[in-house]
């Protein structure tokens, strides 16, 4: 079975510019979580997803990230326009779901470097 | 204060040896507990999670201590392959059944031959 793919794994841009990262998650997940880590620390959560519902949004930077889950599959997240400080890694990762957190699988994640 | 802070070592352990260490956690209400095993460059997996009676999967160890609000993890016979960081993930804390999820900042473990 094919574990969460994340695109591109690496992306270099320069500040002020737009960036989108996408992730499709294991099939039959319906939680899928973005978060970012920096060199050092642990992951960062970014937003919560239960199927298409942004189920905890609240340390996502909304004025320049934002996020989509249209059809409860696969997950797009933008940031627009990136800053020094965004660059790390960012991660998707996707879990059953239901009443309580389980295993979370985490794909590969997108490294990006601002300049 | 961070609200899971761990210990970010490096703990150099000789091979065969055993290594514990702990993971704290500020928010009494936290409900779930879990180990997670992240190797260099690459992204983190679930190694177990941490039940309140305490639990064992081969080598790893894994105890629960509500009243002093922290969890632990001990490795016993350690492997060259052990050589990783730790995370603990703590979550729970708000009327949400999930709460917050927070991830510590790792513990790294260096396994020397």
């Known amino acids: 079975e094919a574990g969460v793919v994340q695109s591109p794994r690496y992306k270099i841009i320069e500040k002020k510019q737009p960036v989108a990262f996408w992730c499709n998650p294991i099939s039959g997940h319906n939680t899928l979580y973005w978060y970012l880590q920096n060199l050092g620390q642990g992951p960062e959560l970014l937003i919560r997803y239960e199927n298409e519902e942004a189920v905890d949004d609240s340390q996502l930077p909304k004025d320049r990230f934002s996020a989509e889950r249209l059809k409860g599959v696969d997950s797009t997240l933008k940031i627009q326009p990136a800053e020094l400080g965004d660059s790390a890694v960012y991660l998707c990762?996707?879990?059953?779901?239901?009443?309580?957190?389980?295993?979370?699988?985490f794909g590969p994640g997108t490294r990006l470097t601002v300049l | 204060r961070k609200e899971v802070e761990q210990d970010p070592g490096p703990f150099n352990v000789p091979e065969g040896a055993t290594v514990a260490f702990n993971c704290t956690y500020s928010n009494s209400a936290s409900q779930s507990f879990f180990w997670y095993r992240q190797d260099c460059r690459k992204e983190p997996k679930l190694l177990m999670s941490?039940?309140?009676s305490g639990n064992e999967d081969g080598r790893f160890t894994a105890q629960l201590n509500r009243a002093s609000q922290y969890i632990s993890l001990l490795i016993r016979d350690s492997k060259l392959s052990d050589s990783a960081t730790y995370l603990c993930?703590?979550?729970?804390?708000?009327?949400?059944?999930?709460?917050?999820?927070?991830f510590g900042a790792g513990t790294q473990v260096v396994v020397t031959p």
């Open positions: 993930v703590v979550t729970g804390g708000t009327t949400d059944s999930w709460g917050k999820l927070q």
């Open positions: 990762a996707s879990s059953l779901g239901g009443g309580a957190p389980n295993e979370q699988f």
């Open positions: 941490v039940y309140s």
